[in-house]
């Protein structure tokens, strides 16, 4: 189905802009207009107040509350689940003149325009209030988040009367008093408010989850020329009363520095009171937050960048992709994952999903090593929980969750799970790629072995030897969650090979090279030899389900038998089929939500002949209906390297503005932050036809129709890469000039600082 561009925001390089205030597009302006630096995160809502439609979204990364919902007692299926948190508003305003209050849902303001700089990392909105007794007030609000001091924050408002004195009460605070959208509920207990006025006010206030005791020390520090203080203390917020006295034409600043301090785990009680015990103290100004954040933006511009000439909705597009996936994470905090929305909304509550490993760990490979490694070492940190997981479904070893916060299990449809293993098998895949790229022999004897010899445990006890002496798995889900309690799903079978196959060789090399930290692992988690040996053989009689006159892999068993569904035939009206069409009528047929095989086929694209990728292109690629904004991209990257390129460009094409132009009419419920992932491999996999799972790296480059150029970086280990390429040629050089040894159109090539330039092979 054609998904059409609701287009809204103006198209600049370097910014998002809203020109004019429509309310219709308010829920998705916040979303878009989020900030975020990986520990919390804010949605770009009004924080004067709005009566319109809204959502007040404040998060912190690990800050999360728990339902127990009652499902019965089937054994395996979760009845728990837990969810992120809505938490304090650290932006809260109340701005009245005259005694009415500025609500821009019935206010009269003209001149209207919101700017987020992707240089800067700066929100501003500025406009116009004639108010109803005939004042014209400029108003500039202004906000950013601190992207390395995390828990740092601040807001700058500048009042500016053009039409004479005026006086505007301004109320400043910290409000734990939002509901969580999702359950309509509060979740919060405050304690240790405080206010106090001398040269500057200070505010302090401490929020506690009802459940899981989670804790946000939210202090600020505000700076303003003003009179008559008030202080207001309410149960779940602590704020400021002021008068300013404007004169014409002379612009008035209230400047506030914030602090949020937050409580994830009892072990960091102690250093969290510290935290808490000097946030009223000045650390920081707004000037010095803001050319800070300058020179981060500026140096993840410099190696990260991607510039396209000729299509400036892309360039704008792809730069706010980069942009969104430097705020959500950046290795900043240690033990925290992603969410499916980042810290944007709370859809898929806060989640993180095997979509961390598969979609966005390559942007941090090549992007930023720190980040990758933390996101690895947050399967280690949980492996306790995939051990407990493992266990509710009678496996032994360790098996992922498919949705998770704190490494709990929290899916509460049982299909996935209870059935998908490929968060486990995504670990493993992680593991691997990050040895591949940085050969971190350290995080493998520290953290990545233990993780892959309990991976392979599960993969050993959750699958069985066939009546013909085949090893694979039965009931499960593979990443085609339209086909479910399926055997032998191609994907599950080849990726648990693979795991098995990786994990052998890793005890040898570990046990050749470091004897005694071999033992160590080993000896901690009562490995036997003996299981090396049965995975050895499993993983030898795996059944991957392959048709060799066809060269076709089979999705699952039977799946070729199945009832054909033409799906370009299923009328427009019927979408979204979850709300169209009964459950089971999904399931019944060979229609696919997003690519299973395909799938495969990229993660290990090495390992497939053209002949094999091309007769499953053309078998599965009109079966799949895209339901997922996580699919388009696969196919793409697939089409590109078949040479494709118009069908490439189609796939493309919605991939970095997925958000922007709200294709799928539900970025109001925040962003879609791993398909943003996706739109990076789209463009560096994609038309740049970077392959890594083989010997070093190899590059294929095409280009699209209507790019002039495009250039892109590769941070590859110690060096970064630059490649322009044009439709005549492709430049490749390296910044440092320490040498790298890459492919390009299949012929090795020795890349050094000068320029390696060759022609251009559509
Ligand atoms: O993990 C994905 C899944 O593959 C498809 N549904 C959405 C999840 C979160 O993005």
Redesign the pocket.
Known sequence: MAKVADKYFEIDQWKIIENGYNPAYGEVAESVFSLGNEYMGIRGFFEEGYSGKKLIGSYFNGIYEQTKPDYGHYKGIVDFTEYMVNSVNWLYTRMEVDGEQLDLAVSEVEDFRRVLDLKTGVLTRSFVWNTKSGKKIRLLFERLLSMTKVTCAAQKITMESLSGAVTVQLTSGLDFSEKHQMTDENLWKCSRENVSFGEVITLGIEGTTLQTKKKVYSSAIIEADCSNVKEIVQEQSVAAQMDFELKEKTPVTVVKLVKNITLKDEEEQATYEEQVAVADQKTFDYDSLLSESVEFWNDVWKHSDIVIEGDDENQQGIRFCIFQMFQTYHGAVKGTNIG?KGLTGEA?NGNA???TETYCLPFFLFNNKEAAKNLLYFRYKTLDEARERAKMLDCKGAFYPIATISGKECCNLWQHASLQLQASTAVAYGIWFYEKIYQDRDFMKNYGLEMLIEICRMLATRGDFSAEGKYGYYCVMG?D?FQMMVNNNCYTNYMAKFTFDYTLKKLGDVERDDEAAYKKVTDAIHFEEKEAVAWAEMSEKMDIPYHEDTKLFEQHEGFFKLPHVEVDEIPVEDFPLYHHWTYDRIYRNDMIK?PDVLMLMLLFNSKFTREQLEANYDYYEHRCIHE?S?SPSVHSILASQLGKHKEAYDFFGFATRMDLDNYNRNTREGLHT?SIAAAWMNIIYGFGGLRSDGEGLSLNPSIPENWKSYTFKINYQDETIDVTVTKEKVEIKTEKGIPVSINVYGKPVELTKDTFTCPYQA
């Open positions: 499916a898929y999903f095997w979509d990443p969650e997003q997922s996580l791993t």
